[in-house]
């Protein structure tokens, strides 16, 4: 972090958009009192880091300094980006390397203090998810923010933007949604039809070793025969690229994680549990709803989670065959070396990932039924 | 109650059953013994339809079962395994309510049924009515497993080793259990295991079988006097005189015996010594505490300064015990007899190993 912020350029100066810029590093381009700001909570936050002994409050006050010296380098560099548009309309102003490193030690402490705090003191737990977000936040109450290269960028695709977020949602949320109503059942026929399930996994684990941009390709043949065969397909917008090879493929992705932990968590039913189930007048449906499904839950939640986290970040290359989604930006950003364009649509991605995977632990920690604690086995 | 009619049961070309005939009656206790892959677990699974036999038929009640859906069938009858097989997402009460929860019975009367079934299985409702598998032992477990199986309050019991993964302690408090429960309930039971001792303490009935055919049956008494070829006696075991005895009430043996109470005169008890040896002494609640011998030197004073009186509980026996546990206890004790006690630990007699040699 202090790396980041001393030894490493913390914002290009760039003339325009494309150009490569020249490297401004903090001590450049802050002014002095700033400097011996940021200088003075960091020397606070290491002493305190090396004491041995945190309590929550302390964690609390260490949380809040970090946190201070995000928001000062932010309006630090908004200032920097400020004073140059107003020079030069065309000079942009991007954070690089110092910003980038900053954030990554950033998110690992505020996650060791998250991490460290006692299970049950969600109040705590949520002050430090405020502060470490607070910063963030307070952006928009600055005017010079505005003008740094990655939010200009956002500013002029703001309709896109939001659209394209849309549409990520929309392509990994049905191809999930629709790989767990078709892995669910397939789990369970796996698991009842024991010869099957080998050519099953066999099959799933094929389309998992192939590349995803060679499944999106792979698809758009056979996709763009079908749709011209048939008048009905082509009318409801079905072809050899767009919306339906991209969720096709995310969802043969998706399943075999959903299958296998699906197969996984019924065959870990002790056998006995079946046949008393069986030996009490249950029938083959009631012993699925209400012992096997059940009991094989977290087991079957966390694949839906893994599948659900993956299929997130497949989606961006789900772009390549033109069905949209933050890939899109991704790809022509590539295409322009606009970095900055890159990295706006790639950070969301992470944290959509990150959110959605959050999410599911938590469903998964309340669908787990009691009496069955994994951790303390 | 239960008959089983020419029963053969082949998976492939091997014979598990071979045209068994067995009639159980009602409220009779009939337990199936024999080695490992004698057949009995699969004719037992054979009556709630988990097997299909090849051959031959059961009837229950004078129905058919062929006739009755499988489903409906298994809700009738209480089915405990070897492994339990509890429900580990539900709680002891959620399990045991899994019948009555699938004939649709009345919530408060589920509840009852739950609070009176945890009651009879001998494990505190309140203590246990909300925990969950994974927190009970293995006998606690199998309680809950018969109260499961009890549930729906069936005719008919199966028991497939029900016992037979507990260590030796617990499975006697288990076996002990169930011959409680099945003296209050009189249901009809079948239960199969490979222990011998436990055939013998909880049957009416005895079938043995090897091969997959029924070798000898009857009660276990007949089992162990009269065993129909060497087979049997060699699975019956070499102390099969031993374990009749075991089926024996020390009452059997139990004869008069002289006593006197502690606050008798010493003189007067020396009188009644009849055998020359001894006599019992009593408390003032003809509780027995001890002996008087015979050889004194000018006794004077009352006998309680002459008893002697020694850790006592290790020369009684209850009348209701067996005479095996008598005998292991002279033997351990090192005496050739002991006082019998009433149910009130009081004097009722004495009974002596010249008597159990002479008479058994």
Same mark, same amino acid.
């Given at each position: 972090?202090?790396?980041? &912020?001393?030894?490493?350029?913390? *914002?290009?100066?760039?003339?325009?958009?494309?150009?490569?810029?020249?490297?401004?590093?903090?001590?450049?381009?802050?002014?002095?009192?700033?400097?011996?700001?940021? *200088?003075?909570?960091?020397?606070?936050?290491?002493?305190?880091?090396?004491?041995?002994? %945190?309590?929550?409050?302390?964690?609390?006050?260490?949380?809040?300094?970090?946190?201070?010296?995000?928001?000062?380098?932010?309006?630090?560099?908004?200032?920097?980006?400020?004073?140059?548009?107003?020079?030069?309309?065309?000079?942009?102003?991007?954070?690089?390397?110092? $910003?980038?490193?900053?954030?990554?030690?950033?998110?690992?402490?505020?996650?060791?203090?998250?991490?460290?705090?006692?299970?049950?003191?969600?109040?705590?737990?949520?002050?430090?998810?405020?502060?470490?977000?607070?910063?963030?936040?307070?952006?928009?109450?600055?005017?010079?923010?505005?003008?740094?290269?990655?939010?200009?960028?956002?500013?002029?695709?703001?309709? #896109?933007?939001?659209?394209?977020?849309?549409?990520?949602?929309?392509? =990994?949320? =049905?191809? !999930?949604?629709?790989?767990?109503?078709?892995?669910?059942?397939?789990?369970?026929?796996?698991?009842?039809?024991?010869?099957?399930?080998?050519?099953?996994?066999?099959?799933?684990?094929?389309?998992?070793?192939?590349?995803?941009? /060679?499944?999106?390709?792979?698809?758009?043949?056979?996709?763009?025969?079908?749709?011209?065969?048939?008048?009905? *397909?082509?009318?409801?917008?079905?072809?050899?690229?767009?919306?339906?090879?991209?969720?096709?493929?995310?969802?043969?992705?998706?399943?075999?994680?959903?299958? #296998?932990?699906?197969?996984?968590?019924?065959?870990?039913?002790?056998?006995?549990?079946?046949?008393?189930?069986?030996?009490?007048?249950?029938?083959?449906?009631?012993?699925?709803?209400?012992?096997?499904?059940?009991?094989?839950?977290?087991?079957?939640?966390?694949?839906?989670?893994?599948?659900?986290?993956?299929?997130?970040?497949?989606?961006?290359?789900?772009?390549?065959?033109?069905?949209?989604?933050?890939?899109?930006?991704?790809?022509?950003?590539?295409?322009? =070396?606009?970095?900055?364009?890159?990295?706006?649509?790639?950070?969301?991605?992470?944290?959509?990932?990150?959110?959605?995977?959050?999410?599911?632990?938590?469903?998964?920690?309340?669908?787990?039924?009691?009496?069955?604690?994994?951790?303390?086995? | 109650?239960?008959?089983?009619?020419?029963?053969?049961?082949?998976?492939?070309?091997?014979?598990?059953?071979?045209?068994? =005939?067995?009639?159980?009656?009602?409220?009779?206790?009939?337990?199936?013994?024999?080695?490992?892959?004698?057949?009995?677990?699969?004719?037992?699974?054979?009556?709630? #339809?988990?097997?299909?036999?090849?051959?031959?038929?059961?009837?229950?009640?004078?129905?058919?079962?062929?006739?009755?859906?499988?489903?409906?069938?298994?809700?009738?009858?209480?089915? +405990?395994?070897?492994?339990?097989?509890?429900?580990?997402?539900?709680?002891?009460?959620?399990?045991?309510?899994?019948?009555?929860?699938?004939?649709? %019975?009345?919530?408060?009367?589920?509840?009852?049924?739950?609070?009176?079934?945890?009651?009879?299985?001998?494990?505190?409702?309140?203590?246990? !009515? @909300?925990?969950?598998?994974?927190?009970?032992?293995?006998?606690?477990?199998?309680?809950?497993?018969?109260?499961?199986?009890?549930? /729906?309050?069936?005719?008919?019991?199966?028991?497939?080793?029900?016992?037979?993964?507990?260590?030796?302690?617990?499975?006697?408090? *288990?076996?002990?259990?169930? +011959?409680?429960?099945?003296?209050? &309930?009189?249901?009809?039971?079948?239960?199969?295991?490979?222990?011998?001792?436990?055939?013998?303490?909880?049957?009416?009935? +005895?079938?043995?079988?090897?091969?997959?055919?029924?070798?000898?049956?009857?009660?276990?008494?007949?089992?162990?006097?009269?065993?129909?070829?060497?087979?049997? #006696?060699? $699975?019956?075991?070499?102390?099969?005189?031993?374990?009749?005895? !075991?089926?024996?009430?020390?009452?059997?043996?139990?004869?008069?015996?002289?006593?006197?109470?502690?606050?008798?005169?010493?003189?007067?008890?020396?009188?009644?010594?009849?055998?020359?040896?001894?006599?019992?002494?009593?408390?003032?609640?003809?509780?027995?505490?001890? %002996? &008087?011998?015979?050889?004194?030197?000018?006794?004077?004073?009352?006998? @309680?300064?002459?008893?002697?009186?020694?850790?006592?509980?290790?020369?009684?026996?209850?009348?209701?015990?067996?005479?095996?546990?008598?005998?292991?206890?002279?033997?351990?004790?090192?005496?050739?007899?002991?006082?019998?006690?009433?149910?009130?630990?009081?004097? &009722?007699?004495?009974?002596?190993?010249?008597?159990?040699?002479?008479?058994?």
């Amino acid at each position: 972090m202090i790396v980041g &912020l001393f030894m490493a350029p913390l *914002l290009s100066l760039k003339p325009n958009r494309l150009m490569p810029g020249d490297p401004g590093y903090l001590i450049d381009i802050a002014p002095l009192n700033d400097i011996l700001l940021v *200088l003075s909570l960091l020397v606070l936050f290491l002493i305190f880091a090396n004491l041995l002994s %945190w309590n929550k409050h302390l964690k609390l006050f260490m949380c809040l300094i970090l946190s201070a010296i995000f928001y000062k380098i932010i309006t630090i560099s908004g200032d920097v980006a400020l004073v140059r548009s107003e020079a030069d309309f065309l000079a942009r102003t991007a954070f690089t390397t110092g $910003f980038w490193l900053f954030v990554a030690g950033y998110i690992v402490v505020m996650m060791q203090a998250f991490a460290t705090v006692i299970e049950k003191k969600y109040d705590i737990k949520l002050l430090i998810i405020l502060l470490t977000i607070a910063p963030v936040g307070l952006l928009f109450f600055n005017g010079g923010v505005g003008e740094i290269s990655i939010f200009k960028e956002l500013m002029s695709k703001q309709d #896109r933007f939001l659209l394209e977020f849309k549409n990520h949602l929309l392509i =990994s949320g =049905s191809a !999930s949604f629709s790989a767990i109503l078709i892995g669910i059942p397939l789990g369970i026929y796996s698991f009842r039809h024991q010869r099957l399930s080998e050519r099953i996994f066999g099959l799933l684990n094929i389309v998992q070793t192939i590349p995803s941009i /060679a499944l999106f390709g792979f698809l758009i043949a056979p996709f763009a025969w079908l749709a011209s065969k048939s008048d009905f *397909l082509d009318s409801v917008g079905f072809s050899g690229i767009g919306f339906a090879p991209a969720i096709t493929a995310l969802i043969l992705y998706g399943l075999l994680p959903i299958v #296998r932990n699906t197969y996984a968590g019924i065959s870990s039913i002790d056998p006995s549990v079946v046949e008393s189930a069986k030996g009490m007048g249950m029938t083959s449906g009631q012993i699925l709803i209400k012992i096997q499904l059940p009991v094989s839950m977290p087991l079957l939640m966390n694949g839906i989670r893994v599948s659900f986290v993956q299929c997130i970040g497949n989606t961006a290359v789900a772009a390549l065959v033109g069905a949209g989604g933050f890939g899109l930006f991704i790809f022509q950003g590539l295409g322009q =070396s606009a970095v900055d364009m890159v990295l706006l649509c790639a950070i969301p991605t992470i944290l959509l990932a990150v959110f959605a995977d959050t999410i599911m632990q938590f469903i998964i920690k309340l669908t787990s039924p009691k009496g069955m604690d994994y951790d303390t086995d | 109650m239960i008959q089983i009619k020419n029963l053969t049961k082949n998976y492939n070309d091997y014979a598990a059953v071979k045209d068994i =005939s067995l009639d159980i009656k009602k409220g009779e206790l009939c337990v199936m013994i024999g080695p490992s892959g004698c057949g009995k677990s699969t004719t037992l699974k054979v009556l709630n #339809r988990l097997e299909t036999p090849t051959e031959g038929s059961v009837f229950i009640n004078g129905e058919d079962i062929s006739n009755i859906d499988p489903v409906i069938l298994r809700r009738g009858i209480g089915y +405990v395994i070897q492994n339990v097989g509890l429900f580990p997402h539900m709680t002891a009460s959620e399990n045991i309510a899994t019948v009555p929860q699938l004939l649709k %019975w009345d919530k408060n009367k589920i509840g009852e049924r739950v609070e009176y079934l945890l009651n009879l299985v001998g494990l505190e409702p309140f203590e246990y !009515s @909300k925990k969950y598998p994974a927190e009970l032992s293995g006998g606690e477990a199998q309680r809950v497993g018969v109260a499961r199986a009890l549930a /729906a309050d069936p005719e008919v019991l199966l028991m497939d080793e029900p016992f037979g993964a507990l260590d030796p302690i617990t499975r006697s408090e *288990l076996q002990r259990s169930l +011959v409680k429960i099945q003296s209050e &309930l009189k249901k009809t039971i079948l239960f199969v295991t490979h222990d011998i001792d436990e055939a013998i303490l909880l049957a009416d009935m +005895v079938v043995l079988m090897k091969d997959g055919e029924i070798v000898q049956s009857g009660s276990p008494t007949q089992m162990l006097e009269f065993p129909v070829n060497k087979f049997v #006696r060699d $699975f019956v075991g070499t102390d099969r005189a031993l374990k009749r005895l !075991s089926l024996t009430k020390v009452e059997t043996f139990c004869k008069p015996a002289p006593y006197v109470s502690l606050n008798t005169d010493i003189s007067n008890a020396v009188e009644m010594i009849d055998n020359g040896i001894y006599i019992w002494v009593v408390d003032e609640n003809e509780k027995p505490c001890g %002996w &008087l011998d015979a050889y004194m030197d000018e006794p004077t004073g009352f006998v @309680k300064d002459y008893c002697t009186i020694d850790s006592f509980e290790n020369f009684t026996v209850s009348k209701k015990q067996s005479v095996k546990e008598a005998l292991n206890k002279m033997i351990k004790s090192g005496v050739n007899q002991l006082v019998v006690v009433d149910g009130d630990e009081r004097l &009722l007699g004495e009974i002596s190993i010249d008597d159990i040699i002479q008479k058994s």
